[in-house]
Each structure stands twice: as C-alpha cells, then as structure tokens.
C-alpha cells in the first residue's frame, strides 16, 4: 500500500498507474489472489488513441483524469511476470482530487478477474486505498484486501 501511495503522490497532480504481479488461485472454487509485485508504469494518457482522449461531450481529457498503459509496458510487464512464474493479476491507479471509485470509464475498460485498486489523492496527500472486481453483470465491487507482515525464510540465523 505505501508504494502504491508514494507512486500516487509522486504523480499528482496526474493519476499515476502500474500493474500488481502475482498469482491468480482459485483454492475452493473461490477466487484468491496473491500480490508478489508491484509494476510502476508511467501514465501513457498523452500516447493514447486521439478518440479516447475526448469525452462524449467533445471535452478533451488529460491524464489528471485518465490514464492509460501502453501496449508496449504491458507486453514488458507479462514477459517479466512469465520469467518469474506469474500473471498480471490487477491495476492501481489513482483519482487525483477525487473519490477512490471507479469511474465509467474504469468499468468500460475493466477486465473480469483482474483487481481494481484505487487510491484517492487530495491536494497531493493519498488519503484512501479501495480495491475492486468487476463481476458478472459488468459492474464493480468491492475485493477485500487483506496486508499480510512479510514472510522471512526459515534460516538458522531466523530460527535462533
């Protein structure tokens, strides 16, 4: 959480973005999810299609309140996340000077099983963290996100 939240503030005023690494388990027939890694990216909203960076009303939008991941930093993150015997398993961005809910926008480009995080930023200070799922009707929910302490390897020196 703390990474995703000085990425955020490293950003702001711009939502920043990245990928979380790991592995996709489905112990019970009950989605699990474990987060290895997370993958910064830098917000590629600038790069994107021309026709996505204006609103329906013709208004052009900036990356203070999109983002977008380049297809190029996504091919790099699943390649490094093979190598390491992973899957992307979500995406983090943040809502400058908003709520840490998903917009339409979020849902129209969200994809099933993947987690949502959300971290809200409010003049630069990240202040709330959600996470979410898209489920089966294409909308949003809430994933519980449980912080477990980093596990150390057993040693002799650990054991003692």
Aim: hydrophobic residues 35%; aromatic residues 12%.
């Amino acid at each position: 959480m703390d990474q995703i939240y000085d990425h955020a503030q490293d950003c702001y005023p711009e939502e920043c973005c990245g990928l979380m690494l790991g592995k996709i388990l489905e112990p019970d027939a009950q989605l699990e999810k474990k987060l290895f890694e997370l993958y910064p990216l830098d917000n590629a909203w600038e790069q994107a299609e021309s026709s996505i960076r204006i609103e329906e009303s013709g208004t052009p939008l900036t990356a203070t309140r999109r983002y977008w991941i380049a297809p190029q930093d996504l091919f790099n993150a699943q390649k490094y996340a093979r190598t390491q015997g992973w899957d992307i398993i979500g995406v983090y961005h943040s809502h400058p000077d908003h709520e840490a809910v998903p917009s339409e926008c979020d849902r129209k480009w969200a994809w099933p099983q993947y987690s949502y995080v959300i971290v809200a930023v409010k003049n630069g200070v990240p202040h709330d963290f959600r996470n979410w799922i898209l489920d089966d009707q294409q909308q949003f929910r809430a994933e519980p996100v449980t912080v477990v302490d980093d596990v150390v390897p057993s040693t002799l020196e650990t054991d003692i």
